[in-house]
């Protein structure tokens, strides 16, 4: 159903692109039918990359990835390196950097070169499903974003426009599933933040090319922990024996439901608990087993979730809303609420709804229609969040369309890979000029 509305969706919003250019100066139109001539050897790349799995865990895959898109960016005279991840765990970022005019804006590229797929998944190929749609890993989320990035770049250096620009590029090789401490595994991506004056995510955010991120959630994990007195099942609610563990947690996260759901903005899930008399809980794994029996009180529970919020103070206060209902313990019970770091949300800013409307206006002066900001509800985090608290404008979702992304019914709409590439490079030109 919403592969369906979605293809709709992409059909009006490009059945007629091109009729209405009258807003371009001559350089944007050069620029725009720079890309589309190189959009062969654009999809050549796309294929070239969705050809090699990268999932998360897959270190040797990330990498060579990775090695593919660094040499299109040495070819465009970029500076580059590649940060090794061994320190958090996963296979490292790549970095690309371009200097120029000292007075011209900083500009922070976003991308990833990980996926959900891992090696042992059932979903490796390419598939067409008709002449415009790719059924394939990762296209949509988010190697398609990752090639708009050279290809609007290449655009630009085509038409000697790129050589007075400042941008840094970052693709991250852990989006999906990020390393630990989750200060290292950000870091390369905080200083470029810092360093930069705009920060543009290449994500495909909810699919259409008509909406664009100016906000999103962000993502923190949480862990619950109950204890009661283990005893015989006919003495519990005794003075001495108590509730036990699971209805204390049951209390609480009862409580959140009643009391949480109907702030707006904000998710909370309890995604695995377990319990009993006794239980073997992996973290890491997000696994667990447990022993207990009808008759016995249980002793301990653990439950393990996420939290979303559109706002640092959102997250705090809800934070500590929940460590209050924690609090109120059953008889004879305890209760330890624990937050892990996370995604930090972006939170919908005067300069973003700024960024977004000269986006808006670009694409509007392509013939491709007016962009909006896509509903919160609708996107989860991203690496663009770890920017908001640097940067004076950001905004994400500038990559390629598509839908199903993280199933394996993934696909993107491959005359997407176009338009998106000429509004970029349009974009980056009139964020530089500006």
Avoid: C
């Amino acid at each position: 159903m919403r592969s369906s509305f979605l293809k709709l969706t992409l059909l009006v919003f490009l059945i007629a692109p091109f009729s209405t250019k009258a807003q371009l100066s001559e350089t944007e139109k050069q620029l725009s039918e720079t890309a589309e001539k190189n959009n062969d050897e654009a999809l050549d790349l796309l294929k070239e990359i969705l050809s090699i799995n990268s999932g998360t865990m897959n270190f040797e895959g990330v990498r060579k990835v990775g090695d593919v898109l660094r040499k299109e960016f040495d070819d465009l005279g970029f500076q580059t390196s590649w940060e090794d991840g061994k320190p958090f765990n996963r296979a490292g970022h790549l970095v690309a950097k371009h200097l120029g005019s000292e007075s011209a804006p900083k500009l922070l590229l976003i991308g990833h070169l990980d996926t959900v797929f891992e090696k042992d998944s059932p979903f490796q190929d390419m598939t067409m499903i008709d002449k415009n749609t790719m059924k394939a890993p990762g296209i949509a989320d988010m190697k398609g974003g990752d090639v708009i990035i050279i290809q609007a770049l290449k655009a630009l250096q085509q038409n000697n426009l790129l050589k007075d620009m400042n941008i840094w590029v970052v693709m991250t090789g852990d989006e999906e599933y990020s390393g630990a401490p989750l200060n290292l595994s950000k870091k390369v991506l905080i200083d470029a933040a810092k360093w930069a004056d705009i920060a543009i995510g290449f994500e495909n955010g909810d699919g259409n090319p008509a909406t664009a991120n100016i906000s999103r959630r962000g993502s923190i994990k949480w862990e619950l922990k109950t204890k009661g007195n283990p005893a015989h099942s006919s003495q519990i609610f005794r003075e001495d024996v108590g509730a036990g563990a699971i209805f204390e947690a049951s209390r609480i996260l009862n409580a959140f439901y009643e009391e949480l759901r109907s702030e707006e903005f904000l998710t909370f899930n309890p995604g695995m608990i377990i319990g009993g008399t006794t239980l073997e809980h992996d973290s890491e794994n997000k696994s667990g087993n447990a022993f207990g029996k009808d008759n016995v009180v249980s002793k301990e529970v653990i439950v393990s979730g996420d939290l979303r919020g559109l706002s640092p103070e959102q997250v705090e206060r809800v934070k500590k809303k929940m460590q209050g209902i924690v609090s109120q313990h059953r008889p004879q019970t305890k209760a330890k609420l624990t937050f892990f770091d996370g995604y930090p949300p972006m939170a919908p800013t005067n300069g973003n709804r700024t960024l977004l409307n000269i986006y808006s206006k670009v694409s509007v002066d392509l013939g491709l229609g007016k962009v909006e900001a896509v509903n919160p509800l609708k996107a989860g985090a991203a690496d663009v969040s770890f920017t908001a608290d640097y940067v004076d404008m950001a905004i994400d979702a500038l990559g390629m369309s598509g839908a199903d992304d993280h199933t394996v019914n993934e696909t993107g709409y491959l005359p997407a890979l176009l338009t998106q590439t000429q509004r970029a490079a349009v974009l980056l030109y009139r964020l530089h000029n500006n």
